[in-house]
């Protein structure tokens, strides 16, 4: 026998490893594995889930929804008024987080009263909308306000827009932009001939006119065209529209009409603003 010298250790087998390099393969496997399932339910969360914050739709996701709060809107007025749609507002540059800007879209209707009950207009209109949205009337400096929740973080709103005047509006929030907002489109010649024929009576249309648009619930759309044109000061409205249904309104600055389409004229200074709308099935 040959003899060991003082601490000297023999090299181990394979099978004879010492413990603490197994524990530590196995937690390197582990966490690989750990990680890769992370991974995937990341995957699976991002695309099934429902969203916790505004944030983790961007706009072009919030877009549409905010286009069918609108189609909702233009069918739960009914009765209320004669409603218009207005010109989106597409607000840039605001801060989804100190470190990432945004943008905001808001879309409306204006709804021209017969009287100055903002108050029992908007709650027609609340008590017309869906269930899912729980909207309600309230009171916010004191002035009525409608509230509801269109879902995806899209605030729906209602309040007095002045005399005779409810504004109805559907807004995202400040969002990260991602490939932006497209508006849709759809055929308004039918709006377009009727608004032409009434602006022809103030020597046709001074600008262009611009057509607005949103799918109704039901299937089709509300469609809304709309242009100025010049007009005396002191010349009444309502002529130049013609026979028809009763009016909504008729001052000498404002008239407004059911009808399909519905009409809607408003003078500021020496032009007229008009139109002509094509409002979504109640």
């Known amino acids: 026998m040959s003899a060991v010298p003082p601490g000297y250790a023999p090299p181990s087998r394979p099978d004879q490893q010492p413990t603490g390099s197994r524990r ?6 582990a966490t ?19 969203p916790t914050v505004k944030e983790q739709r961007s706009l072009d996701q919030a877009g549409p929804v905010v286009d069918r709060a609108i189609g909702e809107l233009s069918a739960a007025i009914g009765t209320a008024g004669v409603p218009a749609l207005l010109p989106d507002r597409l607000t840039r540059d605001c801060r ?24 029992a207009a908007l709650r027609q209109v609340a008590d017309r909308l869906p269930a899912r949205w729980r909207a309600g009337v309230s009171t916010y400096d004191g002035e009525p306000l409608l509230r ?27 969002r990260p932009v991602g490939a ?6 759809a055929d308004a010649a039918g709006e377009s001939a009727a608004l032409a024929r009434v602006l022809g009576r103030w020597g046709g249309a001074t600008g262009s006119v611009q057509v607005l648009t949103a799918p109704c619930p039901g299937g089709g759309t509300t ?7 010049a ?41 007229v603003r008009v139109a002509v709308t094509t409002s979504c099935p109640a």
């Open 231 to 271: 007009a005396p000061a002191d010349q009444r409205l309502a002529p130049a529209f013609g026979a028809g249904a009763a009016p909504v309104v008729d001052s000498l600055d404002r008239y407004a009409r059911e009808g399909d389409p519905a009409v809607l004229a408003e003078r500021a200074g020496e032009r």
């Open 180 to 185: 932006g907002y497209r508006p849709p489109a």
């Open 32 to 50: 690989v594995v750990w990680a890769v399932l992370l991974a995937g339910l990341t995957w699976w969360s991002v695309r099934n889930d429902p």
């Open 223 to 229: 469609r809304t065209a709309r242009a100025e044109a």
């Open 148 to 174: 509801a929740d269109a879902g995806d973080f899209v605030a729906v709103e209602g309040r007095p827009g002045g005399p005779g005047r409810v504004l109805l509006t559907a807004a995202t929030g400040c």
């Open 24 to 29: 530590q393969r196995w937690l390197v496997v």
């Open 96 to 119: 989804v987080t100190p470190l990432e800007r945004g943008a905001d879209l808001e879309r409306g209707i204006e709804v021209a009263t017969a009287g100055d009950d903002a108050r």
